[in-house]
């Protein structure tokens, strides 16, 4: 073990230790396990740290994992910020996509933001729950953890990236319209367009997954906003967002190919900006991870493809 991985082994012990002594000074003395909770306010490598930060006078929560590799670079990072679900957490969206372990292999930093409400959701524009009713800023929530992380690390400005489940994908969506210039790509997952007279100023690169028998959030569920052109007439069966997304990259057409035995992966062609959707034949609503259900994970998908983008 060299000298850095020492030290760095020995202040992730003193930060759990005085976590413990946190919880058991605060909860009692039975309260002895580090890991019922996420540590607050320490950023350590290869570890998982619960935030906050202000947004418009309220305090807005967010896990933060900064890979294990971090430490020994001095490049700056990418940033990817994930968000969960309807009546989820920050921390379903972090154990369901297993992103901390890809992360700390490919060296990029991860945030999950934690919605609002009851349930907990997302101001998506026409939706969502007690955030859309409430004019919840959500964007500018993204904006203020993006300020926050890039104070705390080194965090590469030309690649951030927004990727989300069902209303946290409707959210993502909201961010590829108003955030164009400072998001390198989108990721969604079981999620529609709610966002009225979606204009970006730049053409965000989109990878999108949907099942064909979601029953959550309808694979052919109309967008909020009209196509500005014709979408490709290859991708007419295809959801109306993925049309959205074409028409807006004024895509010329798509190919498919066989991805996995359930699943077909159409990338548009002819792009200002890329594209690529993956139908799931049968797919409910739910993100793919490999196994009875899916035949492939979404996760290290969704790493690839953000990591082949960057903003210019």
Known sequence: MTTSESALTALRALRKLAFVALLAGCRGADATDPNDAFAEGVVIP????????????????????????????????????????????????????????????????VAYPQGVGSPSDWNAGNC?????????????????IIGAVSARLLIDAKRVYVGGFSDGARMAYR??????????????VSGSEV???????????????????????????????????????????????????????????????????????????????????YAIFGGVHAWPIRGADFDFSASPVIADFFQAHRLP
């Open 46 to 109: 290869g570890e998982t740290t619960s935030l906050k930060v202000v947004v418009n006078t309220a305090n807005r929560d967010y896990l933060l994992h900064e890979p294990s590799s971090a430490a020994a670079s001095k490049l700056a990072l990418p940033l990817v910020i994930l968000l969960h679900g309807s009546g989820l957490a920050a921390a379903d969206m972090r154990a369901t996509t297993s992103m901390d372990s890809i992360a700390d292999a490919r060296r990029f930093v």
């Open 128 to 144: 969502c729950g007690d955030p859309a009713a409430s004019g919840t800023d959500d964007i500018a929530f993204l904006k203020a």
């Open 175 to 188: 961010v590829a319209c108003e955030m164009s210039t400072q998001i390198a790509a989108v990721a969604a």
């Open 195 to 277: 966002t009225p007279n979606c204009a970006p100023k730049r053409v965000v690169p989109l990878i999108a997954f949907h099942g064909t028998a979601d029953p959550s959030v309808s694979y052919t569920e109309a967008t909020a906003t009209p196509l500005p052109r014709a979408a490709p007439a290859a991708a007419a069966n295809l959801p109306p967002v993925v049309k959205l997304f074409m028409a807006t990259a004024s895509c010329v057409s798509a190919s498919s190919v066989l991805y996995q035995r359930t699943t077909v992966r159409y990338l548009g062609t002819g792009c200002t900006g890329d594209v690529a959707f």
